[in-house]
């Protein structure tokens, strides 16, 4: 009898865990209630950038990003901003749009409604020190969404993406990273891209070889005519980007 108890307060217990984690990332993912996935610009691509900032790697990207003058999102973690704020604060004066990606790089699914207000408080704290501005944007780590989600981060826009490169992996930026951003750059697109690889299940040198591969995309993009844009430079001609 006792067995059987256990049983039943398991499967209940995961039951919930389910409610609060799997169901509420699914409904908002498959559904699009309330985050951007591609934007409205037709003409432009999104390039966004999560994980950072990183010393090793963010400078590389924003000398490669000026030298193309393209203009992109970074969605920042905010203990990592603490221990790099010039970097930021670079993004900040070159036209960069800097948006939330959780104090530490931990999952919405492991947080009580609480704990993520205040990674979002945190982080929006720690980025408007280094740019003196609102911060308009957040994005989830992995995209998990917990069921107070929508509720705890309902003034920023949500800025998910529709192309994912597996690019925290060394072996896809080196073998097919150009082909799959070639392959996937239709007008519209936001590209979810990493300039850090530190987090879990990532490789630390793969930013290292996924700059060497968004250069060469750069390259042939400028001669193709493909256009970038930032989710600032977005607003200004689309109010509905945003939230506030
Ligand atoms: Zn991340």
Redesign the pocket.
Known sequence: MSVMILIFCALFTFFLFLIYTVFPTLVIRIFGVRIIQKISDEKSIALTF??GPDPDYTHQLLDLLKRFNVKASFFVVGEKVKHNPEIVRRMHAEGHTIGI?HFH?ISSWIMSPFRLREQLRLTEEIITECTKEKVYFYRP??GHFNLFSLLVGRKYSIIMWNKIFKDWKTDICKNNLLEKLHANNEGGSIFLL?DSGV?LGADQEAPKYMIKKLEKFLEESRRNGIKFISLNELYQFDKKTRVI
Do not use: C, I, K
Request: glycine share 0%.
């Open positions: 999560d994980d990606h790089h780590p992995w990493h987090t």
